[in-house]
């Protein structure tokens, strides 16, 4: 992508634009991007697209109203927070709240011992799981990938050291019976944990935990060929590990997080 091409996108999502032309009727569809195929579906042959509101992934209204639609994260962007996890061979990788699998898919690139999602949609999980045979199929020498029908908050580690990875699914009562269940488990024999949070609108949850520290925080640009395919041009993640650290945190962990007026994204101050 030409950077002319990227500043002018750039200016249609200022807030203030974005804000005036989301009200247009066919200008809006513009912003609509998780409603596109990704490229990303093309090259797997699986699908990951689409956006499902929270009242078709939940089994009640009242669990709906805590839980977030299901939208896809960039596969760019989940690249680089599992690239700069050193030892993939010595950890699993679990999803909370996998939806259709496209960070298990992306995840698979990497050497995991295993490869876990929680969805607690049966028609995402179900999609998962045959996204996860389609990879299977076509790569047969990667780690396996398994799709668990049920509450995340409440996972059971698949391995000793695991790396946890989400994508903002849930409100912050639920997030703070995880990072609780997580801590729980360091003391059941869960050995070392990595937790990814992408859009990290809870993140204070994590923050606040004693058994938790900051490893490494970024806000990130979309791939050239992501750009039109997601809610905006750059998201944000931040990687916490249990206690005590395992790995000394990179530069700028302790960036701020500041979540937006909406409740509903997160980015870190550059």
Known sequence: MTPLRRTA????????????????????????????????????????SGWVPATE??????MAAR????????????????????????YA????????GRPLVVASEFPFRR????????TLADTAARNAAVVAAAHPQRTPIEITLGDATAIVPPHDRVVYYMYHPFDRSLVTALVANIASQLENGLRHAWFIYYNPVHGVVLD?????????AETVPYA?????????????FVIWQT???????????????????????AHVEH
């Open 9 to 48: 996108l750039a200016a249609l999502w200022a807030q203030p634009v974005k804000r005036v032309l989301t009200r247009v009727p066919l200008v809006r569809r513009l912003y609509s991007g998780w409603t596109r195929i990704h490229p990303f579906d093309a090259e797997y042959g699986v699908d990951t």
């Open 57 to 62: 992934c939940a089994p009640t209204p009242a």
């Open 67 to 90: 839980m977030s639609p299901y939208g896809g994260s960039q596969p760019s962007i989940v690249r680089r927070c599992l690239a700069a996890i050193p030892d993939h061979d010595r």
């Open 93 to 100: 990788f679990v999803d909370l709240g996998c939806g259709k």
């Open 115 to 122: 490869i876990v999602g929680v969805e607690l949609s049966k």
């Open 208 to 216: 606040s935990s004693a058994r938790f520290s900051r490893w490494d």
């Open 224 to 236: 050239s060929n992501e750009l039109g395919y997601g809610p905006d041009l750059e998201d944000a």
């Open 243 to 265: 206690t005590p650290p395992a790995y000394p945190p990179r530069p700028g962990a302790r960036r701020p997080i500041v979540v937006d007026p909406s409740g509903s994204n």
